[in-house]
T-cell receptor
Framework: DVKVTQSSRYLVKRTGEKVFLECVQD?????MFWYRQDPGLGLRLIYF???????EKGDIPEGYSVSREKKERFSLILESASTNQTSMYLC????????????FGQGTRLTVV | AQKVTQAQTEISVVEKEDVTLDCVYE???????LFWYKQPPSGELVFLIR??????QNEISGRYSWNFQKSTSSFNFTITASQVVDSAVYFC??????????????FGTGTRLTIIP
C-alpha cells in the first residue's frame, strides 16, 4: 500500500513561532505537494516539488517555505506562524506521469493561537 | 487559468436514494485529466476515478458512475442506492501540465454528502 505519512494529526502553536510540518512517502514518487484546506475554499496548493532540492510556488505560497533534501521527505515551514494560518494541511505525492493520481496523507490540523 | 466549480456545497439524502454530485471545469488545455476524490471523516483523500479528455465514455463501478461531457465541460458523479458509508466530502479535480512532465491538480471546493439512515 502507498503510504504518505504526516508527522502530526493535530498541532497547536503560538503566533510568531516557527512551525515545521513533515511529510514522508514510501513509493519513490518524484512529485510532492503541500495543500491547505479551508471550509468553502477547497484545497489550495501552497508549494510543490518535482525533484530533490527543487520547488515551485503554488497558488498561495506567501508565509510558507518548503524543504526537500531527500526524495521521500517534503517539509512545509511556517517562518512566523500567524492566526490566519490556522487550517488543515494536506501532503500528497505522485509519479511524474501525465494523468497519474496523487496519494494523500491524513492531514495535519494546525491551530495558531 | 484552470478552474473547477462544485456548486453544491452540501447535500443530504436518505439512505438508498440516488444522488448526483456536479462538477464543471474550465481549461485551455486540449489534453487534460479529471479526477474525483473522497474525503471521509478520517481526513485522508482517497482517489476514486480518473478520466482523460479524449475518453468521453461513461464509467460504472459498482454503485458509482461518472458522466463526462466535454460539450458542457462537466464531469458528474452519481451514487446509486446510497449508503451511510458514502457520507464524506467529495472533490472534483483537474490536472494541469507543468514543466518537466509533471502536473498539478486544481481542486473544486468540495461537496459534503450526508446520507441519513
Amino acid at each position: 500500500d502507498v503510504k504518505v505519512t504526516q508527522s502530526s494529526r493535530y498541532l497547536v502553536k503560538r503566533t510568531g513561532e516557527k512551525v515545521f510540518l513533515e511529510c514522508v512517502q514510501d513509493m519513490d514518487h518524484e512529485n510532492m505537494f503541500w495543500y491547505r484546506q479551508d471550509p468553502g475554499l477547497g484545497l489550495r496548493l501552497i508549494y510543490f516539488s518535482y525533484d530533490v532540492k527543487m520547488k515551485e510556488k503554488g497558488d498561495i505560497p506567501e508565509g510558507y517555505s518548503v524543504s526537500r533534501e531527500k526524495k521521500e521527505r517534503f517539509s512545509l515551514i511556517l517562518e512566523s506562524a500567524s492566526t490566519n494560518q490556522t487550517s488543515m494541511y494536506l501532503c500528497a505525492s505522485s509519479f511524474t506521469r501525465r494523468g497519474t493520481e496523487a496519494f494523500f496523507g491524513q492531514g495535519t490540523r494546525l491551530t495558531v493561537v | 487559468a484552470q478552474k473547477v466549480t462544485q456548486a453544491q456545497t452540501e447535500i443530504s439524502v436518505v439512505e438508498k436514494e440516488d444522488v448526483t454530485l456536479d462538477c464543471v471545469y474550465e481549461t485551455r488545455d486540449t489534453t487534460y485529466y479529471l479526477f474525483w476524490y473522497k474525503q471521509p471523516p478520517s481526513g485522508e483523500l482517497v482517489f476514486l476515478i480518473r478520466r482523460n479528455s479524449f475518453d468521453e465514455q461513461n464509467e460504472i463501478s459498482g454503485r458509482y458512475s461518472w458522466n463526462f461531457q466535454k460539450s458542457t465541460s462537466s464531469f458528474n458523479f452519481t451514487i446509486t442506492a446510497s449508503q451511510v458509508v458514502d457520507s464524506a466530502v467529495y472533490f472534483c479535480a483537474l490536472s494541469e501540465a507543468q514543466n518537466f512532465g509533471n502536473e498539478k491538480l486544481t481542486f473544486g471546493t468540495g461537496t459534503r454528502l450526508t446520507i441519513i439512515p
